[in-house]
């Protein structure tokens, strides 16, 4: 919408400028004249490539062509302007009484090479010139009154350049100004096709003349485009300063967004709505407040702040009820997508050159959010990004049944890396470990502690150079693929493991998870754990060791569990060969037990022989006691 404003802006402007240097008498001579008084008063080189004649009918007034009006210093050696033929006509009545009102500017194939400075001067700014108020354009007193009261351009076409900013080039743009009062409203109605369908521009700007002349005036404008319209009411000034009331609604967003040019993902094909009091500034700051923005179901309240600097920096406050943006995650999926994958994590190369388009402060807070691979409930949310840096902090965000606290980070200055600190209470087992790693068979509500980082250009390159550690706690839950107590005796749960509770630690290298203390708890014995769970490769090989206790006795029965093999269809079996070394160290245990108590009894020692302590060293320590109580009763000692 800018962009358009300032471009019908521009045209406008310089067409009035032309018109009233070229417009003082016919013929050649008198055209030269204006264009060294052109010169003399702006620096600006007005040259006439073919002939300057006066014309009586169907227009009383002047033809030229091939005109050419020089472009700033500072924008480069092509013209400003060019055109094939100008054509300007006159009212004979008003010129006979020495007021000079223009009734017609017609231009056939006119180029506009416009562009804007680091000031933001644009190069139709012409020094020591400007019209005065009613029209008249300044200079010596002897210039006659100037009015213009139509303009009409056919065909034409643009290159517009913002200062940093790639060029934009318009071809086949029609204008046309209506502006029968010099000191009243102009309309002007403008068709433009950035992308090759038309897009209307229906504009009324109040007194005109003040407004070419710097001054704020009022502006109304109605943009047009194929699925979409919209409206600013308010004021603005010709350097494009701005203020007042912006809307735009769209049936199709997608449609709108290619009509004007505009880059956008084909989950935006829906309806859209937005408004908000807008101002603009000409060091390029965008402040919109009472902000309102409809997307399909979404609805989004707050205001906002844009810089459009080198590197655009946005800060928002933003609010909304009920957001479902599944539809624009799933837009993105594929190969690309963030989401587990069976059998393997995607390996589609990861585009986070979004990450460098702009900066941005953006607080969100809304009732529930839904998104391609994740559900939160009510939340708030603050995402920071700086020079492609992003850092997502949750204030806490209710998700997976409980809540999380903490941060995420993708950082995409030197190659994509991701990495997080969070911490989490009353979180559901089964929805965490199934909506981020497709892992659905542990189930119960815990909390803990994450720090993770992974560094690649894919989902599964990143999970494969996962490195972190963390702990979790969980109170009542199940093992669901597998049932140890009717394994260890008989009954069992319909397939799944029932624990009362369930402690761990881990520690992750190399896309792998480390575990050396499970600890679970089940009714009438207990289980310990440890092995691999290979987050990168999607595998298990990890080794249950439930224990029998009965009342009055030590542990009697071990039968570990081993399981192995892919996530989606794990191997889970007893691992009767460490069940047998177990007993057979059992019974090795025992029967040490049972030696050095006999041991201890028959060498009438007063404590028991220790498990560290080694039995010949006792037997010798007894034996070399035993010589010299002897040899001292030999002796005659006591």
Known sequence: MKLII????????????????????????IARLAADQLETQTGRKLDFGGKVRFTFWPTLGVKADAVTISNADWAGPEPMLRAERLTIGVSAAELLQGDVRVT?????????????????????????TGAAPGGAPGGGGGALPLRIEAVELTGASLRYAAHGQEPVVMKNIDLSLLWPDPAGTASAKATLRPAGEPVDVDAEIGTFAGFLAGEVSSVGATVTAPGGKGRFDGHADINGEASGRLTFGAEDALQTGVALGVFLPDALAQKAVFGADVTYTADGRLSMRDLALELGANRLTGAADVEFNDRPSITAQLQGGALDFSRYAAGHGGAGSG????????????????????????DLAFDSL????????????????ERSRAVLNFLPAAMFGGQVQGQVVANNRSGLSVGGNLTFTGIRLERALGETAGYD???????GALEFLGSGNSVAAIMRSLSGKGWLEAGKGFFTGFDLEQLMRSGGNGGSTVFDQLTASYTIEGGNLGNEDLLVLLKGFRADGKGRIGLGARDLDYLFTPQIVRAGRDQVLTIPVRITGPWEDPDIRPDFGQALQTRIDDVEQEAKDRVRQKLAEELNLETEIA???????VLKQRIEQEARDQLLKLLGGD
């Open 6 to 29: 300032r471009v019908v802006t521009a045209l406008v402007l310089t067409v009035v400028v032309l018109a009233a240097l070229v417009l003082l008498l016919p013929g050649e001579k």
């Open 104 to 128: 017609e500017v017609s231009a056939i194939l006119p180029h506009l090479n416009l562009a804007t400075n680091a000031e933001g001067t644009g190069n139709w700014v012409m020094g020591g």
């Open 339 to 362: 989401g587990p994958a069976r059998r393997g994590w995607p390996e589609g190369v990861i585009d986070a050159s979004a990450l460098g388009l702009a900066d941005a402060a953006v």
């Open 370 to 385: 839904r998104t391609g691979g994740l559900t939160l409930g009510a939340s708030k949310l603050n995402l920071t990004v």
């Open 441 to 447: 068979r542990l189930n119960g509500e815990a909390l």
């Open 611 to 617: 498990p560290e302590q080694d039995i010949n060293d």
